[in-house]
């Protein structure tokens, strides 16, 4: 399900790959992250994903007024996770916002493991 902004000049549609993408390089761009990972793949361990196909990584929810985005990442060692996660919300709240042209609601940043730089 697409994000379809209607305003005068007529309808703009943004797809979910487009926003999974925001999302996916603005936490990859945050202190503390070493990559995404896979919410799919439990059984065998946190994996490093790599490529452009953000959606194995991000889950949205799309009502009519907001987003919620999760985002499931790979931490780096020796850095603090809560401050990590904290920076990693408020920088998608905003980036991911301004972006989009729609409100970000909730983020939920799940670490799904730890990787040495």
Do not use: P, W
């Not at 007024?65 to 999760?70: V, Y």
């Not at 780096?76 to 905003?94: L, R």
Request: with cysteine.
């Amino acid at each position: 399900m697409a994000v379809r902004i209607v305003n005068k000049m007529g309808v703009i549609s943004i797809e979910n790959e487009i926003i999974e993408a925001a999302a996916a390089i603005t936490v990859l761009d945050c202190y503390g992250i070493a990559g995404l990972a896979s919410k799919r793949d439990k059984k065998n361990g946190s994996v490093i994903l790599y490529g452009d196909d953000y959606s194995q990584a991000i889950g949205l929810k799309i009502s009519e007024k907001t987003l919620s985005i999760d985002v499931h990442v790979i931490a780096e060692y020796g850095a603090n996770i809560q401050s990590v996660g904290d920076n990693a919300i408020e920088e998608v709240k905003k980036k991911v916002g301004d972006i989009v042209g729609v409100k970000v609601g909730e983020v939920g940043i799940f670490v799904e493991g730890v990787a040495m730089s």
